[in-house]
């Protein structure tokens, strides 16, 4: 399993109100999965989401990653974990304005101590996998929304993480531009890429290869997608 979760609770407090997020959750998601995360707003899908990510902590319960118990880590050893092992994709993309696209893709690999060389070879590698060669010097303000998703794309997968975490990759995109995105990930999971994707669209769920129900903090539903939908090809 990449990812396994065990009786997962998140409880946030608000004085003396507690609101009890995620009540036990229980599943996991084996490698090269491509699973979607559906579920109403306050659901709980998206504190899933940034407990998977590392970015909060659990309240009870134990969250497994790549074999690796990450619950109760430290934020300095969270943080470490979460720069080699997960790659993020959001909805507003989260590009820093005054980089190009390649120094984009070059920063987690600034924070993972990466060479200068290697950085500049793999964020190419990268920003070709997602058909950007030719964008490789142009700034956000410079690119369209699904190019500029694309370049967050690359940037997610330039550490070669375990898994990508996507919320909401395509909220800001149109049907068409969305098609594109949902091409790249279905052609990274073909190539191995385990991907877990939060979205409210049905349309674009259908996708991956599962999708999990979320519903007042529970697991309302968890369905294997018999056939997938196929999106269309790049431009």
């Known amino acids: ?19 009890e997020a995620l009540k036990g959750v229980n599943f996991g998601v084996t490698e090269k999965e491509f699973v979607s995360v559906m579920g109403a707003s306050g659901s709980g899908k998206s504190t899933l989401m940034n407990i998977l990510g590392c970015l909060d902590s659990i309240t009870a319960g134990e969250y497994f990653l790549d074999g690796e118990n990450v619950a109760g880590l ?5 943080a470490l974990i979460r ?4 790659g993020f994709v959001f909805q507003s993309f989260n590009l820093l304005p005054k980089l190009t696209s390649l120094q984009n893709v070059e920063l987690p690999m600034i924070y ?10 793999a964020a190419n590698i990268a920003l070709e996998r997602v058909g950007l060669t030719e964008r490789a010097k142009h700034r ?17 997968l330039v550490n070669s993480p375990a898994i990508l975490l996507a919320d909401e990759p ?57 056939n997938p939908l196929k999106a269309g090809e790049v431009s």
């Not at 993972?112 to 500049?120: K, L, N, P, T, Y």
């Not at 995105?181 to 349309?203: C, K």
Request: hydrophobic fraction near 40%; glycine fraction near 8%; charged fraction near 30%.
């Open 112 to 121: 993972a101590g990466v060479s200068a060389a290697r950085r500049r070879e």
């Open 140 to 156: 956000p303000n410079e690119l369209s929304g699904g190019q500029r998703q694309r370049v967050a794309i690359a940037r997610a």
């Open 1 to 19: 399993m990449i990812i396994e979760v065990k009786d997962l609770r998140k409880v946030y407090k608000n004085g003396e109100i507690e609101v």
């Open 170 to 226: 395509t909220g800001n995109l149109d049907s068409t531009v969305s098609a594109e995105i949902m091409n790249i990930f279905q052609q990274l999971n073909a190539e191995g890429a385990t991907i877990l994707m939060v979205t409210h669209e049905m349309d674009i769920a259908m996708h991956g290869r599962r999708i999990i129900t979320f519903k007042d903090g529970g697991i309302m539903s968890d369905e294997i997608v018999e």
């Open 74 to 78: 430290k934020s300095n050893t969270l």
């Open 83 to 86: 720069n080699k092992k997960i």
